[in-house]
Nanobody, 123 residues
Framework: QVQLVESGGGLVQAGGSLRLSCAAS????????MGWFRQAPGKEREWVAS???????YLAGSVKDRFTISRDNAKSTVYLQMNSLKPEDTAVYYC?????????????????WGQGTQVTVSL
């Protein structure tokens, strides 16, 4: 069992930055692929980024040049650094853990989810 707790969301102006954190419980954090998803009102949950156990990173095209995903296994924490934020980045951001290898870009491949943190980008 893994529990995930996100933090770092908030209100920011367009062009600004935020760093989301996701702290995981349990001793097996390093064995999971970690991902970030987001869901805007009225839209489906969307994959944003993932990082493999060995640190390979994958980013959705819409955020590739602006967001960075990283992990600190010693702290059992995964991060999402978001720069040059746009109003269309407004959503609830979710952290997730997958026991599968590979990119894991779809929600069903993830086993555990956090409760989400709101990110709002204003003009």
């Amino acid at each position: 069992q893994v529990q995930l707790v996100e933090s770092g969301g908030g209100l920011v102006q367009a062009g600004g930055s935020l760093r989301l954190s996701c702290a995981a419980s349990g001793r097996t954090f390093s064995t999971y692929t970690m991902g970030w998803f987001r869901q805007a009102p009225g839209k489906e949950r969307e994959w944003v980024a993932s990082i493999s156990r060995s640190g390979y990173t994958y980013l959705a095209g819409s955020v590739k040049d602006r967001f960075t995903i990283s992990r600190d296994n010693a702290k059992s924490t995964v991060y999402l650094q978001m720069n040059s934020l746009k109003p269309e980045d407004t959503a609830v951001y979710y952290c997730a853990a997958s026991s599968l290898l590979g990119r894991s870009t779809t929600a069903p491949t993830y086993d555990y989810w956090g409760q989400g943190t709101q990110v709002t980008v204003s003009l």
